[in-house]
């Protein structure tokens, strides 16, 4: 059986070390290099052209999401999993992005760092179940904004810019004869206007209205 070639990436001598002896004591897989640095990591990968790099986030000279990124633009069968002491999120979202494949603590228990190793070799992405859910309160909240980009697409097409006028002043508390005022003209012709803006948008009050032009981001909260 081949072994799975790794190479590790972690800017701390000793961590480094410990991390190869317990990967080098497993039948099926093989430390093939190492690096201390972002720019070691790309040069190993370059030469080495191992199956998986084990990268280090926080390292000097070039972390590890950029030697990810420059890794994946050139090397996009090699498999990166993120090691790093903290799951913050920012790390978690950008090593994402960067095209890791898997992601774990170092704290993690050695047993679950090598079976991790193993199934993304086989094309797994592998997360633990914090970063897990981390991502997916990331991806339910883009997808909240794209829902409201959406809902934004579809109906602010279908009013007339006066419409869209009104709408934006009805958010900011103003009254029909408050409205009239600011737009130069008549309190019938605003009241025309808002009957025709709440049978589009599917309104029925000026509540729901204003609370409508906040969340599609017609308007701001202040």
């Given at each position: 059986m081949e072994s799975i070639k790794v190479v590790v990436v972690d800017d701390h001598t000793l961590l480094r070390e410990g991390l190869c002896r317990i990967l080098n004591m497993e039948e099926d897989i093989s430390?093939?290099?190492e690096a201390e640095n972002g720019h070691e990591a790309i040069e190993k990968a370059c030469k080495l052209k191992p199956d998986i790099i084990l990268m280090d986030i926080n390292m000097p000279d070039m972390n590890g999401i950029d030697a990810t990124r420059k890794i994946k633009e050139n090397f996009p069968n090699i498999k990166i999993v993120g090691l790093t002491l903290h799951d913050d999120d920012q790390y978690v979202f950008e090593m994402v992005r960067a095209g890791a494949n898997g992601y774990v603590l170092k704290d993690v228990e050695s047993q679950e760092l090598i079976e991790t190793i193993r199934k993304?070799?086989?094309?797994?992405?592998?997360?633990?179940?914090?970063?897990?859910s981390k991502l997916l309160e990331e991806f339910?909240?883009?997808?909240?904004?794209?829902?409201e980009r959406d809902k934004r697409d579809e109906l602010l097409p279908q009013l007339t810019q006066r419409e869209k006028e009104i709408l934006c002043l009805i958010a900011r508390g103003m009254s029909n004869r408050q409205i009239a005022a600011e737009l130069y003209i008549s309190e019938k012709t605003v009241k025309n206007h808002i009957s025709s803006l709440f049978r589009k948008v599917d309104v029925s009050d000026r509540t729901q209205a204003a609370l409508l032009a906040i969340k599609i981001g017609l308007v701001e909260l202040k």
């Open positions: 430390v093939i290099g993304v070799n086989k094309g797994e992405s592998m997360m633990t179940a914090r970063i897990t339910n909240r883009l997808s909240s904004r794209k829902n």
